[in-house]
């Protein structure tokens, strides 16, 4: 890799941890290991090619061009943290992949069904994913950013909340919502 490949990579690893939390490798590796799928089930169910999954690993494409697409990353994210938590056998977890491999994505706010804790409330991690799911699919970490800039001076507490949720990490997100829901 030449250093010209080598710093595309690096800014596109750098988008994707603005967009999505962390690199789209790392996440996709973690959703592949906690889930024990491999490269190629993994694009299945998210409705990609295994060319496109592997661009998106390796840094030589930045973004999930579907909204879709998207959304099942983030119901993967959250089966394998019920898988994690052992509150969704296995077996579950398999029949859950086909059906989100079959969801065609829609509203990210309205499909509740496989994002609750054990008391029937979405977990906050969850209802953080979509929130910054739904700024990020209107537009990219920097509009963002430039919208939060101008709306700085007479709405600081809206600007935070768009750097928060639309440029910032899940984790700093989590603290936003659990510190401004007293």
């Known amino acids: 890799m030449d250093a010209a490949q080598h710093e595309a990579t690096a800014r596109a690893r750098e ?13 996709f590796r973690k ?3 906690d889930l024990g799928l491999n490269q190629a089930r993994l ?3 998210l409705g990609l090619s295994a060319p496109m999954l592997s661009q998106l690993m390796s840094g030589q494409r930045a973004k999930i061009g579907n909204p879709a697409v998207v959304q099942r990353v983030q119901l993967l994210q959250e089966l394998a943290a019920q898988v ?3 509150s969704v056998s296995a077996a579950e977890a398999t029949e859950r992949m086909d059906e989100i491999k079959k969801s065609q994505g829609g509203s990210v706010l309205s499909n509740t069904t496989h994002t609750t804790n054990s008391s029937g409330a979405p977990t906050v991690k969850r209802v953080v994913r979509e929130i910054q799911s739904l700024l990020r699919s209107v537009a990219a970490a920097g509009d963002i950013i430039d919208a939060a800039d101008a709306l700085a001076p007479s709405h600081p507490e809206l600007a935070e909340f768009l750097r928060v949720y639309g440029a910032g ?6 603290a936003h919502y659990q510190s401004h829901q007293n």
């Open 84 to 86: 994690a938590d052992g």
């Open 43 to 45: 694009a299945a169910v």
């Open 15 to 27: 988008l994707q941890r603005n967009w999505y939390g962390e690199p789209l490798g790392a996440l």
């Open 31 to 33: 959703l592949i290991e």
């Open 169 to 174: 990490r899940t984790s700093d997100a989590v």
